[in-house]
């Protein structure tokens, strides 16, 4: 798992009254206020003043504005509300099923990875040819919802597609489209946030098991200078009470602080023993 994690890292940020807060509904929070105000600001006559936020990587190079770097993604012309809308709709539902699986520090370093690295790409490539955003987080919030279809690729969501088919059809489509129009750097833009949101989720272990994932890890892993060669002993099949006992703490903590405080690693040990006890069964 990414960082410590601890019981409090998958519980609400606050609480009002019964609802909880989690860091999604902030973000959610976050984003729906400025579209306000930038409505309110463009029904003033003032709209001139979103501008200084969008990305610009000659106005980062020339004139030093580093804001411009995380603010694009809050920009929110009125001509897309109701796409901000339901793209609000998304990141509350996935958004906060991510945050409760991988825990709220490692949600706060992805959301992070996926606001920063993609305009720190189009700034770096501002140096040959001058690229911008006018709104971003639509690539942002794509990328929280690749990172739900990673952690559950089976889940079944609209007409009964799995998450994982959802994604890649979702990713399909956004691609033709940018292609058609020569978008190039809308292009940068979302395959990078499907790369860091898959990659993060993979390196966290929150995600499925992959055979040359694990296998490109284990290559570039250090390797310890001596091999230490076992004893050969009689192997024996694993009793029952070895599976009871290697998740005995699991399951204290479970009762303790619930399901939601289990880290990916706990969940996927969790899930093995449960499978080799079922093939007992069998």
């Known amino acids: 798992m990414f960082g410590v994690t601890t019981s ?22 976050s984003h729906v206020a ?59 539902v996935f958004g906060r099923e991510v945050e409760r699986f991988i825990g709220r520090r490692a949600y706060i370093v992805l959301y992070l990875i996926l606001l920063v690295t993609p305009a720190l790409l189009l700034t770096i490539w501002g140096l040959w040819q001058r690229s911008a955003i006018d709104e971003g987080s639509r690539a942002l919030h794509f990328g929280i919802f690749v990172a739900f279809a990673t952690i559950y690729p089976r889940a079944e969501l609209f007409l009964r597609i799995m998450a994982k088919w959802v994604a890649l059809i979702l990713a399909a489509v956004y691609t033709l489209q940018l292609l058609a129009y020569h978008a190039w750097s809308d292009l940068v833009v979302v395959w990078t946030s499907i790369g860091a949101a898959f990659l993060f989720i993979e390196w966290s272990g929150a995600g499925p098991e992959l055979a040359w994932w694990d296998a490109l890890k284990t290559r570039f892993a250090p390797k310890p200078k001596y091999r230490v060669v076992p004893k ?23 009762s303790k602080f619930g399901i939601g405080s289990l880290t990916a690693s706990e969940r996927r040990q969790l899930n093995r023993e449960r499978e080799r006890l079922l093939k007992k069964v069998d």
């Open 232 to 254: 050969m002993r009689p192997t024996r099949p694993a009793e029952s009470d070895d599976v009871y006992t290697s998740i005995d703490p699991i399951l204290d903590k479970i």
């Open 34 to 92: 400025m579209a306000i105000v930038a409505a309110l600001l463009y029904a003033a006559g003032a709209s001139s003043v979103l501008t200084y936020l969008q990305l610009d990587s000659a106005a980062v190079w020339s004139g030093g504005q580093v804001w411009r770097i995380v603010t694009y993604a809050f920009v929110h012309w009125p001509s897309s509300l109701l796409w901000l809308a339901i793209e609000m709709y998304l990141l509350f």
């Open 8 to 29: 409090d890292d998958y519980r609400p940020v606050a609480w009002m009254g019964r609802y909880p807060v989690d860091v999604t509904t902030m973000l959610v929070g």
